[in-house]
């Protein structure tokens, strides 16, 4: 999915970037088949629509430090709930570029907005 269409995406302020998960909602390029509306719209498991967000730079980089302590118990070596590539956050690097966490290696990055990553939806419980 592309995070955004919009290269005119008003870029939130530092102290919010990286822990407020809707802190795009008013300012991102909601059109179908983005990465933010993918999650918006998701309704898997009897969870109503709006309940999946996209989540933070923070929350992505979290989930590959629990993946990898996962994998290094020989019992789940096997385990991969991600593919090794670049997953959009919400949290932003400028204008027209975001946060992409790669779950073969662990780094962070940016990425331009219009290119294409995976996405991996969270919610809270």
Known sequence: KKWSDNTTT????????????TYTLAHIDKT????????????????????????????????????????????????????ASNYWSSSEYSVNYAWVVNFGNGSVSNCSKTSSCRVRCVRDL
């Not at 870029?11 to 919010?16: I, S, Y």
């Not at 088949?33 to 898997?44: E, F, K, Q, R, V």
């Not at 498991?45 to 709006?50: E, N, P």
């Not at 309940?51 to 302590?69: E, H, K, S």
């Open 10 to 21: 008003q870029l939130q302020t530092e102290t919010r970037k990286y822990w407020d998960r």
């Open 32 to 83: 179908a088949g983005l990465a933010y509306d993918y999650c918006y719209n998701l309704t898997i498991g009897d969870v109503a629509k709006g309940t999946w967000y996209l989540p933070t730079q923070a929350q992505l980089a979290a989930m590959w430090g629990i993946l990898r302590g996962i994998q290094g118990n020989s019992s789940y070596a096997d385990y991969s709930a991600f593919f």
